[in-house]
């Protein structure tokens, strides 16, 4: 479930409660989800305290004396904190108890990993190092955005979902970035002209930040999708022009879109993004 703006809500809201806290009990209800770089299981965190909580890529890392935690949620993973009695426990992979608070790992579909490593053993996470561009960082510049777009051969909407290129964006803001940018999830990267990559860098930009703002300030649980804030994505009518909106399939994804604001030929395209509506 969370994509970036929801994993800086998450992060932000563990970091006011859990750093500092010792870890009084564990309890594993999925050990699927679970892999261990060390010999032992998660009872080797018992005692031990939590030093930080930070992102790594598309990670959350509880780093503890000597052991990182790093949990990556995937499609349906989800945290929750509650009462160490709560009987709420929903599709509970594994929980970690901090006195009088109970963090839950969540995961309807078991597809997401929990690693408990060395610290700092980034190795022994497979597909971790091989992450792109951070693009909430200083690095994601507009060049290396368009150096990067200009040696795809794929679909664009293909290319915004490649965690190996960038790190990340999901289902969810890819359809409202090309929303943004007024383009076509078909269209192919090598069709966008140096004017559309810079468009569209900055749609990334605006929308991922937007919708961290958005999420923060609505103070929902960390377990609740906030979304009804997206102006394409599962929705109905076009906010801009009022068409209906479409979706189309793309590499086996579900992709929604505005056929009048991002059509699929470069003929009859609308630079909304200039007529100041
Ligand atoms: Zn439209």
Not at 32 to 55: C, D, I, K, Q
Not at 181 to 187: S, Y
Not at 247 to 271: E, I, L
């Amino acid at each position: 479930m969370p994509e970036l703006p929801d994993l800086l809500y998450i992060l932000s809201h563990l970091r006011g409660r859990l750093p500092g806290r010792q870890v009084t009990s564990e309890r594993v209800r999925e050990p699927v989800v679970l892999r261990f770089a060390v010999r032992g299981n998660l009872s080797l965190l018992l005692g031990r305290t939590l030093a930080e909580v930070f992102r790594k890529s598309h990670f959350l890392v509880f780093r503890f004396e000597g052991l990182d935690l790093a949990i990556n949620p995937m499609l349906a993973g989800r945290f929750r904190l509650s009462a160490p009695g709560d009987p709420d426990e929903g599709s509970l992979g594994f929980a970690l108890g901090f006195g009088d608070v109970e963090l839950r790992y969540l995961d309807d579909k078991k597809m997401g990993k929990a690693y408990l490593i060395p610290r700092d053993d980034w190795n022994a996470i497979p597909g971790l190092q091989t992450g792109g561009i951070d693009i909430l960082s200083p690095e994601f510049s507009r060049e290396r955005f368009v150096s990067l777009l200009k040696h795809r051969r794929d679909q664009v909407r293909v290319f915004l979902l490649d965690k190996k290129a960038l790190d990340s964006l999901g289902n969810a803001y890819a359809d409202e970035v090309l929303f943004e940018a007024g383009i076509h999830p078909k269209t192919f990267c090598r069709s966008l002209s140096h004017e559309d990559g810079v468009r569209l860098h900055d749609a990334i930009v605006k929308v991922v930040n937007e919708a961290a703002v958005e999420v923060a300030r609505r103070q929902q649980p960390i377990d609740v999708k906030v979304r009804d804030f997206l102006k394409v994505r599962r929705k109905q009518i076009c906010p801009r022009c009022g068409s209906k909106l479409r979706t189309a399939g793309v590499k086996g994804m579900d992709s929604w879109f505005c056929p009048r604001c991002q059509p699929a030929t470069r003929q009859g395209f609308v630079d909304w993004t200039r007529t100041g509506r």
